[in-house]
């Protein structure tokens, strides 16, 4: 199918969209788009859409399996996918109408300023991701090349490895102590605290800390671990452990901010689409293509939908709060945008969904838990007054988010990068999932 | 703010099919796990005379990513559709639960299947098997077409032949002369291909030759024999006949049925026709003698020569058949006996492998085909290259 765009056009509503960016306020990285066709967007989901990534039979797996799927029409392509690199590069498709390629250009610059400022993404330094994946796809093709080493010694690590990798930290942002922090944080822990009443109360016996133990404190990095630990190992060993570990790291941030990410990137697209004054055609497509990817999925929970409606609840709370919400939480300092762009900074999907998710929206959005029984999923609460916080509580557990991520789109959500997908297809069949 | 924009590009040379490489990799991984569950997909499919571009379903366990994932334990939230989801509402079925009846929001079960057609799958059985002990024989070889060995080029040629290499270096000498012939006069823009530029492989089929070989098939084919050891006996000459068409142009076959008498058959017959009567294994190996003694003189032939049956001779006969075997050990390179002894068929007869263990041949072997599952051990213990080794050593 011939495109039924040019290039100019793109860049003409890419002005457009870019002053309307600027005009919200919102701050992304340098953005890069390229057009590809199936078959490219295709391998840019096996490979998370990195242009360079260490191979391994799995992402030939992949391929064939989304190939087929796509082929027999059971799924459809995402409408766009972008990474979290500086700058940031984005892949439209080709054979997408001009409309979709305006949406997605302004779901794009969402993803983009969420991925610039959110608080979880510092961690995965944007500016080096290329040269990161490019690295690691170098060095594992140098140990697969040598005749020391070869391809089977190095798929055994790596199959091994991917096993694990997603046993890790999941807050980044929190500073994992060295070993000598954690050694001094052992010493001190072992000191009594002091105690102001000392002169009455008898004296208590230090305890000697065990500082044998390994490790001093509960490690979540599992494949570090094993990489520090384990003596037997070579270096070429190691190292891939550690490229499959700084890989999943860099994913963490984006599993860890599923809904805010995908809800912030929907709100600003409708935002800046209806104030795009686009013409009928344009503007009627835009409206389906919006309704489809944003409307509830029942049974599951689309996170574009549940991240937007939420986007939406803060700013109108304190841009219009009602009476009651005045009288209960005192009068806003800051407007509607300003709330929105701290919480864009300061939340990952946990505390977004404990902080922002309240009862009126659990019942708008007609929320409930369910529970396993034999072999069914049964609704075991409704949002009524006793058990909505039993429900956000849920919610906001990583399990539940696991799966919510896990529901919605055809493939290994967990590893990848953000994308739209055309949700009349896809949803629905459902084949061999990556957990997430 | 910079944006960049990259047009697709559409030009093949410039576009990478990079997954080729990971592809090429795990379908190796499949070639692996379809060779690792052999007996299992032979004993699962009726794959006996079905036509050879049938697909045959290969369930594939071997090339599976594993991951730690969060059990069906924890509760989940989920949306409802119109109306109040109400507690006790059933939302989803378990990973075991009937699919088709609504779409489930589990993840299904990473076990797949793949499709290969019955001549790929005989392709991968046969990899690493051999007519054992074959031996250079005198006078008559068989001649085997070996196709397409490249030799030369020439001017005219298919397309699928042309050496491009060699086209644009003539072009170039062409254009050189040119220059040469004409020195000083105008060079023009372009300096085409011309259809003399062109230069074509030459294939010439190479033909090499191999030691005649003859496989002779015998087959108890009597009123004990049962469906379900006829089904087990036709599977076993199914595999070594299908066997020797793919990897031997040239081996002749021949089938021979026996109750109380022996008749040399088609393959049709063979395969598809039932017999009744009673057993004198001595009358098939009698015959084969006899058709050996006529058409495939040992000097000149290499015999394999394979029996199935149930065992359950005619007690008069088995001295008689010790003799006929013997002598066929004595022409043959190796003389396969299969005894067909289906588990829980609730009848034992008597038993010709015990009776012919009193025959010591190094050329002579004997399995027991128990199951559906034995077809496939059964035939690698007579024609593995591993044991043409042990032999040897």
Redesign the interface.
């Known amino acids: 199918m011939a ?1 039924e765009f040019t ?1 100019e056009d ?2 003409r509503w ?1 002005e457009k969209i ?1 002053k309307l ?2 005009h919200f306020g919102l701050d ?1 990285f ?8 199936h ?2 967007m ?2 840019y989901m ?2 998370s859409g990195m242009p360079s990534h260490y ?7 992949n ?3 989304l190939k087929t799927l796509y082929e027999y029409g059971v799924s459809g392509l995402p409408y766009e996918m972008v990474i979290n690199s500086n ?1 940031s590069i984005a892949y439209l498709m ?1 054979d997408n109408s001009l409309a979709l390629q305006v949406l997605t250009i302004a779901h794009v610059y969402g993803h983009n300023d969420f991925f610039k400022n959110n608080f979880t993404f510092r961690s995965t330094r944007a500016e080096y991701t290329i040269e990161t994946f490019k690295s690691h796809a170098n060095r594992v093709r140098h140990y697969v090349e040598d005749p020391s080493i070869g ?1 089977d010694k190095v798929e055994a690590i790596l ?1 091994a490895a ?3 990798s ?2 890790c930290r999941r807050n980044l942002a929190i500073k994992k102590p060295s070993a000598e922090e954690e050694l001094k944080m052992k010493m001190a822990e072992s000191q009594p605290p002091t105690d102001p009443f000392g002169s009455i109360h008898r004296r208590r016996e230090t305890t000697q800390p065990d500082l044998n133990k390994v490790p001093l404190y509960p490690d979540e990095d599992l494949l570090t671990f094993i990489r520090d630990h384990n003596r037997q190992f070579a270096d070429w060993e190691k190292d891939l452990l550690t490229i499959v570990h700084e890989q999943a790291q860099y994913f963490v941030p984006q599993i860890e901010t599923k809904i805010m990410n995908e809800g912030w990137a929907s709100f600003w697209h409708k935002r800046i689409l209806e104030a795009l004054e686009l013409p009928q055609e344009l503007h009627l497509e835009f409206l389906v293509r919006h309704t489809q990817v944003l409307r ?7 996170p574009y ?2 991240g937007m409606k939420i986007w939406e609840d803060i700013e109108r709370r304190w841009d219009h709060p009602s009476v009651d919400e005045i009288e209960e939480f005192g009068p806003r300092k800051k407007n509607g945008r300003e709330k929105l762009f701290e919480v864009r900074e300061v939340e990952r999907d946990a505390s977004f969904l404990r902080r922002y998710l309240t009862e009126e929206l659990i019942r708008e ?8 029984r ?9 949002a009524d007054d006793e058990n909505w916080r039993e ?1 956000k509580e ?2 906001s ?4 988010q ?3 991520r ?2 919605r789109s055809p493939a290994r959500i967990c590893r990848k990068n953000v994308k739209i997908y055309p949700p009349a297809l896809g949803t ?9 | 703010m910079s944006t960049i924009f990259r047009p697709y590009n559409s030009s093949s040379g410039q576009r990478s099919d990079r997954s080729a490489g990971d592809r090429l990799r795990h379908r190796q991984k499949v070639r692996e796990a379809i060779r690792n569950n052999i007996a299992d997909i032979i004993a699962e499919e009726s794959i006996i005379g079905k036509d050879k571009n049938r697909i045959i379903k290969v369930p594939i366990r071997g090339v599976k990513e594993y991951r730690f994932i969060y059990g069906e334990n924890a509760p989940g939230v989920g949306q409802g559709g119109d109306g109040e989801p109400k507690p006790g509402d059933v939302v989803g079925q378990g990973k075991d639960g009937k699919a088709g009846h609504q779409a489930g929001d589990r993840p299904g079960v990473d076990y797949y299947e793949t499709d290969v057609s019955l001549d790929e799958l005989i392709d991968l059985m046969f990899e690493d098997l051999e007519l054992p002990d074959i031996e250079r024989k005198r006078l008559r070889q068989i001649e085997i077409e070996r196709q397409f060995r490249q030799k030369g080029f020439r001017r005219k040629g298919i397309r699928v032949r042309l050496d491009k290499k060699r086209t644009a270096r003539s072009r170039v000498k062409r254009k050189k002369a040119s220059i040469k012939h004409h020195p000083g006069a105008a060079q023009p823009q372009r300096f085409p291909f011309h259809e003399d530029d062109l230069r074509y492989h030459h294939t010439i089929t190479d033909t090499r030759n191999e030691s005649n070989a003859v496989v002779l098939c015998i087959m108890d084919t009597s009123g004990s024999m049962d469906t379900m050891k006829k089904y087990l006996a036709r599977s076993f000459f199914f595999l070594l006949y299908q066997f020797l068409c793919t990897r031997y142009q040239n081996v002749e076959i021949v089938f021979i049925a026996h109750h109380t008498e022996a008749h040399e058959v088609t393959e049709e017959e063979f395969f598809h026709k039932g017999e009744s009567g009673g057993t004198f294994i001595s009358s098939g190996y009698n015959k084969a003698l006899e058709i050996i003694e006529q058409r495939y003189h040992p000097a000149l032939w290499n015999v394999y020569v394979f029996h199935c049956s149930d065992g359950d001779n005619f007690e008069s006969d088995n001295e008689a058949a010790l003799k006929a075997a013997q002598q066929i050990t004595e022409t043959a390179n190796l003389f396969g006996y299969g005894e067909i002894k289906p588990l829980g068929s609730g009848y034992y007869g008597s038993s010709m492998i015990t009776f012919f263990s009193q025959l010591q041949a190094a050329n002579f072997q004997t399995v027991q085909i128990q199951k559906k599952e034995d077809i496939w051990n059964s035939f690698k213990t007579f024609l593995s290259k591993d044991r043409a080794r042990e032999d040897a050593a």
């Open positions: 495109a290039i793109l860049e890419n870019i960016v600027e992304p340098p953005q890069e788009f390229e057009v590809c066709d078959e490219d295709l391998s096996v490979y191979p391994h039979w799995s992402y030939g797996k391929f064939e399996k700058p080709r391809l199959d991917h096993a694990l997603l046993q509830p999925s029942p049974g599951s929970l689309n939908h549940v959005l007609n929320l409930f838990e369910y529970k396993s034999g072999n069914e999923q049964v609704v075991s609460r409704v429900i849920t919610q557990h990583p399990a539940a696991a799966r919510s896990r529901a629905r069949h459902r084949h061999g999932h990556r957990p997430g």
